[in-house]
């Protein structure tokens, strides 16, 4: 019912910055919670960020907090995740994640992205 597409991945430099997008159509539910998550090969898959329905309240994982910002525009049904201070550990595929929860666990989330590379070299 819901889909998500994921754009702005890619290849950078460490400490150099990315601003990933994710829009979602369909049956889409404005009061959705949106979450940001990273997995890199052979390892779990990684909370990242975390935004309420509102813009209101935001969480992040304590290895990208003060570096990683996330946000969303519900007037154009998108959230974003903007990476700063950029650092080689950052590699992974990112995904961006709606749910009916405020919550920082994977299995709480309904409906995901197609994942994008993020590769950040040294």
């Known amino acids: 019912q819901v889909q998500l597409v994921e754009s702005g991945g890619g290849l950078v430099q460490a400490g150099g910055s990315l601003r990933l997008s994710c829009a979602a159509s369909?049956?889409?539910?404005?009061?959705?919670?949106m979450g940001w998550f990273r997995q890199a090969p052979g390892k779990e898959r990684e909370f990242l960020a975390v935004?309420?329905?509102?813009?209101?309240?935001?969480g992040y994982a304590d290895s990208v907090k003060g570096r990683f910002t996330i946000s969303r525009d519900n007037a154009k049904n998108t959230v974003y995740l903007q990476m700063n201070s950029l650092k080689p550990e950052d590699t992974a595929v990112y995904y961006c994640?709606?749910?009916?929860?405020?919550?920082?666990?994977?299995?709480?989330?309904?409906?995901w992205g197609q994942g994008t590379q993020v590769t950040v070299s040294s």
């Open positions: 369909g049956r889409t539910d404005r009061r959705n919670a």
């Open positions: 994640a709606a749910g009916r929860y405020y919550s920082r666990t994977e299995g709480t989330y309904d409906y």
């Open positions: 935004i309420s329905w509102s813009g209101d309240t935001t």
